[in-house]
């Protein structure tokens, strides 16, 4: 089964790389962008035996930096 | 002194650090692949260095601090031996969980090369027990991901505490409250961004991170 991570910086945590990002917007002429925010999606195939919990603690121990991310974990049967 | 650097896949900076560990203690540094699972008894300090270990790959420092010789890192520093991590070291030193905080991408986006003065901001550890507090040095600093941040109750109590143990003078990578370099509780664990090991003899041009490596040998 598959699995989606979403990692994505904590409120408040400076994002350069999105703000970059929204600059490059504007050059482009796309007007009506207010922010952009710029964070992973990790993709986990997987057996069925493993966990919400261990899922959890995957992106604790891993996958997200809790001090300036944070994780959503969607678990989908496809 | 009897001195070890750890190296990874990526580092880059390992060489310029056993030269530097040579220069001032005489000795030949060990050299501990990363795959190590333990960190040869004997051992006075542990040079973590720069490079983009295991390719930087997740972020900054991610994969190497859980690589085995990070755990028998751990372990050595748990049994008092000091630890230096510079540039992606600290990174690893963060993402291990021997330091608090991390190290994002510089604020201003562009990677940074360039020699920085920083202040001494605190005497505490031994590392900079050799210079005089508020003294400035310059060091230089070559990094992407340097921007150090925590939450404001771990900045203030790393202020409290006197773990901040250099400062950039100025502007360099959008660092909260221009934090270069912090110190474990104990001291015994440093962490910076700026190269010392590039600021040791005369043919670097700078000389200011020498005495880093000095306050180590008592």
């Known amino acids: 089964m598959k699995t989606r991570v979403y990692v994505t910086l904590k409120n408040g945590v400076l994002d350069p790389q999105g703000k970059a990002i929204h600059h490059a917007l504007e050059g482009l002429g796309f007007a009506g962008v207010n922010d952009v925010r710029q964070g992973k999606l990790i993709e986990l195939d997987h057996d069925e035996s493993v966990s919400d919990e261990d899922l959890e603690a995957m992106c604790r121990k891993l996958l997200a930096n809790t001090v300036i991310e944070n994780f959503r974990i969607e678990r989908s049967a496809a | ?218």
């Open chain 2, 1 to 218: 002194m009897k001195t070890g650097v750890v190296i990874f896949p990526g580092s880059n900076c390992d060489r310029d650090m056993i030269v530097a560990l040579r220069n001032v203690t005489g000795q030949e540094p060990l050299r501990i692949w990363h795959r190590e699972t333990e960190v040869p008894e004997g051992l006075d300090l542990v040079a973590v260095p720069g490079g983009f270990s295991y390719g930087d790959y997740l972020r900054s420092g991610a994969m190497a601090a859980q690589s085995p010789v990070m755990r028998a890192v751990k372990d050595a520093a748990e049994r008092g031996v000091a630890v230096l991590g510079v540039c992606n070291g600290f990174q690893i030193l963060t993402e291990a969980g021997l330091l608090p905080g991390a190290l994002m991408r510089n604020a201003g986006i562009r990677f940074v090369s360039r020699d920085v003065p920083v202040k001494v901001a605190s005497t505490a550890s031994p590392f900079t027990a050799r210079y005089a507090e508020g003294e400035e040095v310059v060091i230089p600093v070559a990094h992407h991901d340097g921007n150090y941040q925590a939450d404001a109750e771990t900045l203030d109590r790393l202020e409290g505490e006197g773990r901040v143990a250099f400062r950039y003078s100025g502007e360099c990578n959008g660092a909260a409250r221009d934090i270069a370099g912090i110190v474990s509780e104990n001291g015994r664990v440093l962490g910076m961004m700026p190269h010392p090991e590039r600021a040791v003899e005369p043919a670097h041009g700078l000389e200011g991170g020498r005495r880093l490596f000095e306050g180590l040998l008592g």
